[in-house]
């Protein structure tokens, strides 16, 4: 994790083509972001208008105070101002907060893939909303 989201990585992002961040700030302090990003499409969602949610953040002292709620609200409207048609996502398949979290809000499986966080291979889950 340290090597992965080191401010360099982090800052690189945020300038790189086709990504869009979101910003939670509460009482003057960040305390989350979102990470949308527009790439090929995985192919189980053939050609449709979609983007990538690619991280919802929350600082743990927030956890439960609904900063991933009102940004994920906000990806939402964003990808729909866009003209998107599917908002989609990977999470680790053991993350079950994560996933109650995604399904809660009508996200639904759609398929799996691995991800490499550093040297471990994991799998993850792909879910999509319909917007």
């Known amino acids: 994790m340290n090597e992965t989201f080191t401010e360099a ?3 690189e992002e945020v300038g790189a083509k086709g990504n869009i961040f979101l910003v939670a700030v509460a009482d003057g302090e960040m305390v ?5 990003r ?3 499409n995985p192919p189980e969602l053939g050609v449709v208008p ?12 927030m956890l439960g105070k609904g900063v991933g709620k009102e940004l994920m609200q906000r ?15 990977g999470v ?6 994560a996933i109650d979290f995604y399904t809660s809000r009508g996200f639904e499986k759609f ?21």
């Open 92 to 97: 680790w398949e053991h993350n079950r907060r």
């Open 75 to 89: 990806c939402i409207e964003v990808s729909r101002k866009m003209g998107k048609q599917v908002l989609w996502l």
């Open 32 to 36: 989350g972001y979102a990470r949308m």
């Open 9 to 11: 990585a982090l800052m």
């Open 111 to 131: 398929g799996v893939h691995d991800f490499v966080l550093g040297k471990d291979v994991q799998q993850d889950w792909m879910m999509k909303l319909a917007l």
């Open 38 to 40: 527009e790439a090929e």
């Open 50 to 61: 979609a983007i990538e949610l690619a991280r919802i953040y929350a600082v743990q002292s």
